[in-house]
T-cell receptor, first 109, second 114 residues
Framework: GQNIDQPTEMTATEGAIVQINCTYQTSGFNGLFWYQQHAGEAPTFLSYNVLDGLEEKGRFSSFLSRSKGYSYLLLKELQMKDSASYLCAVKDSNYQLIWGAGTKLIIKP | IAGITQAPTSQILAAGRRMTLRCTQDMRHNAMYWYRQDLGLGLRLIHYSNTAGTTGKGEVPDGYSVSRANTDDFPLTLASAVPSQTSVYFC?????????????FGPGTRLTVL
C-alpha cells in the first residue's frame, strides 16, 4: 500500500527554526510537494522537490532524499502567521497525489 | 481573476437526498480534481479529469459521480447521500497532470449529511 507519514502536531517558538519530517512509501515517485493549510482554508502550494537535495525559498526550505523515502520542510524565523497545518504529498506512478494527514504547527510567542 | 470557486460554501443534507457540488475555474487548466478531507486523514482523491471530456476514479469514488463537459466546470454529484459522506470537499485544478504541476485549490464545501 501507499503511505505518507508525518508527525501529527509540533510546537515551536516565535523566531525559532522548526523542521517537519515526512517519510513515504509509494508506488512510483514523480515528485514531492509541501502545502500549507490554515484552519478553515484551502491548501496552498509551498514547494516541490523531484531531485535529491535542498530547495530554498525565502524562510522556507525543503529537502528530499529519494533513496531514504524522506523529506523535510524547514521553517526559519518563525512568525505567528506560520501557525497552520503542513501537508506532505507525493506524486505516484499514475501522477496522482498521495497525501499525508498533515502536521499541525503551533507557534508560541 | 477568481481562480477556483466552489458552491455552496456549506450545506446540511438529509440522508438519501441527491446533491451536486459545483466547481468552476477560470485559469484554463486542463486537469481538475475532487478531494475530501476528514479529520486525522490526508486529502483523499474522489475523481479526477485530465482534460475536458474525460474523467477517472480516484481512491474513494463510491457514491460519487462527476462530469467534465467543458474546461471550466467539474461538478461532483452525490446520488443518494449517506452520513459517512460528511466531510469537507475541495476542488482543485492544475495546468496538466505532469510532474511539477502544482494543484490550486478552491475554498472548499463543508457538507453535513444527517
Amino acid at each position: 500500500g501507499q503511505n505518507i507519514d508525518q508527525p501529527t502536531e509540533m510546537t515551536a517558538t516565535e523566531g525559532a527554526i522548526v523542521q517537519i519530517n515526512c517519510t513515504y512509501q509509494t508506488s512510483g515517485f514523480n515528485g514531492l510537494f509541501w502545502y500549507q493549510q490554515h484552519a478553515g482554508e484551502a491548501p496552498t502550494f509551498l514547494s516541490y522537490n523531484v531531485l535529491d537535495g535542498l530547495e530554498e525559498k525565502g524562510r522556507f526550505s525543503s529537502f528530499l532524499s529519494r533513496s531514504k523515502g524522506y523529506s523535510y520542510l524547514l521553517l526559519k524565523e518563525l512568525q505567528m502567521k506560520d501557525s497552520a497545518s503542513y501537508l506532505c504529498a507525493v506524486k505516484d506512478s499514475n501522477y496522482q497525489l498521495i497525501w499525508g494527514a498533515g502536521t499541525k504547527l503551533i507557534i508560541k510567542p | 481573476i477568481a481562480g477556483i470557486t466552489q458552491a455552496p460554501t456549506s450545506q446540511i443534507l438529509a440522508a438519501g437526498r441527491r446533491m451536486t457540488l459545483r466547481c468552476t475555474q477560470d485559469m484554463r487548466h486542463n486537469a481538475m480534481y475532487w478531494y475530501r478531507q476528514d479529520l486525522g486523514l490526508g486529502l483523499r482523491l474522489i475523481h479526477y479529469s485530465n482534460t475536458a471530456g474525460t474523467t477517472g476514479k480516484g481512491e474513494v469514488p463510491d457514491g460519487y459521480s462527476v462530469s467534465r463537459a467543458n474546461t471550466d466546470d467539474f461538478p461532483l454529484t452525490l446520488a443518494s447521500a449517506v452520513p459517512s459522506q460528511t466531510s469537507v470537499y475541495f476542488c482543485a485544478s492544475s495546468e496538466g497532470s505532469g510532474d511539477n504541476r502544482e494543484q490550486f485549490f478552491g475554498p472548499g464545501t463543508r457538507l453535513t449529511v444527517l
